[in-house]
């Protein structure tokens, strides 16, 4: 069965440093997304690309944050200069279009010391 | 905000019986529904889903109910298993694709 994968599994970073968080979603999904859960609570939405474009973003979602395409199988989040707070779970999620649902990614737990 | 709302967020239930999980949103525009299962350090699994056009959905053992007038929905697990233990949040797509909002989620626990 098809799945959505990430890597790293675990990235731990130093404050001020870059990151990068990679998703391959499912082949034939046009939606892309990524979430992210800070220890204890809710899963949080961050943004939503599609047709090589960002659709959707929240207000965590800021200039600290990008998210790209780089080629047909890849979907990346960059954070520039990461914080201690963006310390969490980052999961990536694709949708084919077709129906609502989101299928997730195992996620990559982000370590900001 | 609170759109979609889980108030429970611990339940436990014996092996073999019924487990409910109850969840409310706010959000009147919201016309579609889905429950995800999280396992610790896994993302969420999508479980099952439901329309607005629709007042129950059933997957083999798993069955969710939509009370649109009471912004209600709730999931039944039965017969309830070991490996059900897990989180389960209640979640709602906005429109055209766009996010997905989750509900604070409620730790079931099933007992052998």
């Known amino acids: 069965e098809p799945e959505v994968t990430q890597t790293p599994s675990h990235q731990v970073t130093q404050m001020g440093q870059e990151v990068i968080l990679r998703c391959v979603p499912i082949s034939n999904h046009l939606y892309f997304y990524w979430y992210r859960q800070i220890l204890g609570q809710k899963v949080e939405f961050l943004v939503s690309?599609?047709?090589?474009?960002?659709?959707?973003k929240s207000e965590i979602f800021d200039d600290q944050f990008s998210v790209e395409r780089p080629d047909g199988s890849n979907f990346t989040l960059k954070i520039r200069s990461t914080k201690l707070e963006d310390s969490a779970m980052y999961f990536c999620?694709?949708?084919?279009?077709?129906?609502?649902?989101?299928?997730f990614g195992p996620g990559t737990r982000l370590t900001v010391t | 905000d609170q759109q979609v709302k889980q108030n429970s967020p611990s339940l436990s239930v014996q092996e073999g019986r019924i487990s409910i999980l109850n969840c409310d949103y706010t959000n009147s525009m919201f016309d579609y529904f889905l429950w995800y299962k999280k396992y610790p350090a896994e993302g969420p699994t999508f479980l099952i889903s439901i329309s607005s056009i629709k007042d129950k959905n059933e997957d083999g053992r798993f069955t969710v109910f939509l009370n649109k007038s009471a912004k209600h929905l709730s999931l039944h697990i039965v017969p309830s298993q070991p490996g059900d233990s897990a989180v389960y949040f209640c979640a709602a797509p906005g429109g055209g694709y766009q996010k997905v909002t989750f509900g604070t989620g409620t730790k079931l626990q099933v007992i052998p």
């Open positions: 690309f599609y047709n090589n474009e960002i659709s959707e």
């Open positions: 999620a694709s949708a084919n279009g077709v129906s609502y649902e989101q299928y």
